[in-house]
């Protein structure tokens, strides 16, 4: 950070480390360690194997019960690293209706929320996603309706160097 005196913590489920970063405003770690800095009121963290955790994330997204909101269709493309225009010609959308969908403009449909997920999938190459979803398909689709708020809270093993995500009510 710089030359303060900063606070080090480690986050527990308590008192997580909210990670804005990521593009979703629900997003709380457990078992990372971070600072607090008083004098410029900045915060950072130590963010062990990264990728893992946006992995992790993604994997939640595609699995939750609900309907995906815009900030998470828009972190699961960027996850796959397509611009908005490529991932919308996937999904047999224009540019000009994804990005209403990723900014919360127009109401997602159950239709396109499985098509962006299944995208999502393919895409990733997660084979562990493709046959976990193969394998309890009729239950996976039949859960994608309605809008659930949930924290998603994601608790780092460092013994393993995993990272376990879950969803919470928010």
Same mark, same amino acid.
């Given at each position: 950070?710089?030359?303060?005196?900063c606070k080090?913590?480690?986050?527990?489920?308590?008192?997580?480390?909210h990670?804005?970063?990521?593009?979703?405003?629900?997003?709380?770690?457990?078992?990372?360690?971070?600072?607090? $800095?008083?004098? $410029?009121?900045? @915060?950072?963290?130590?963010?062990p194997? &990264? #990728?893992?955790?946006?992995?992790?994330i993604?994997?939640?997204?595609?699995?939750?019960? +609900?309907l995906?909101s815009?900030?998470? &269709?828009?972190?699961?493309?960027?996850?796959? +690293?397509k611009?908005? %225009?490529?991932?919308?010609?996937? &999904?047999?959308?224009?540019?000009?209706?994804?990005? !209403?969908?990723?900014?919360? @403009?127009?109401?997602l449909?159950?239709d396109?929320? #499985?098509l962006?997920?299944?995208?999502?999938?393919?895409l =990733?190459?997660? !084979?562990?996603?493709? @046959? =976990?979803l193969?394998?309890? %398909?009729?239950e996976?689709?039949t859960?994608?309706? +309605?809008?659930r @708020?949930?924290?998603i809270?994601?608790?780092?093993? !460092?013994?393993?160097r995993?990272?376990?995500v879950?969803r919470? %009510?928010?």
């Amino acid at each position: 950070m710089n030359d303060h005196s900063c606070k080090e913590f480690t986050s527990t489920s308590t008192r997580p480390f909210h990670l804005t970063t990521a593009g979703l405003p629900n997003v709380y770690l457990v078992g990372v360690t971070y600072r607090n $800095c008083a004098e $410029c009121h900045r @915060q950072s963290a130590e963010i062990p194997a &990264i #990728k893992r955790l946006m992995f992790a994330i993604a994997e939640s997204l595609v699995k939750k019960e +609900g309907l995906l909101s815009g900030e998470e &269709i828009r972190f699961l493309r960027k996850e796959v +690293g397509k611009k908005a %225009a490529d991932f919308a010609a996937l &999904i047999n959308k224009t540019p000009e209706h994804f990005s !209403k969908l990723e900014n919360g @403009q127009l109401p997602l449909t159950e239709d396109t929320d #499985k098509l962006v997920r299944l995208t999502y999938t393919m895409l =990733s190459g997660n !084979k562990k996603l493709m @046959q =976990s979803l193969a394998e309890n %398909a009729e239950e996976w689709l039949t859960s994608i309706h +309605g809008r659930r @708020q949930e924290r998603i809270v994601a608790t780092h093993n !460092k013994s393993l160097r995993a990272w376990k995500v879950s969803r919470k %009510a928010a």
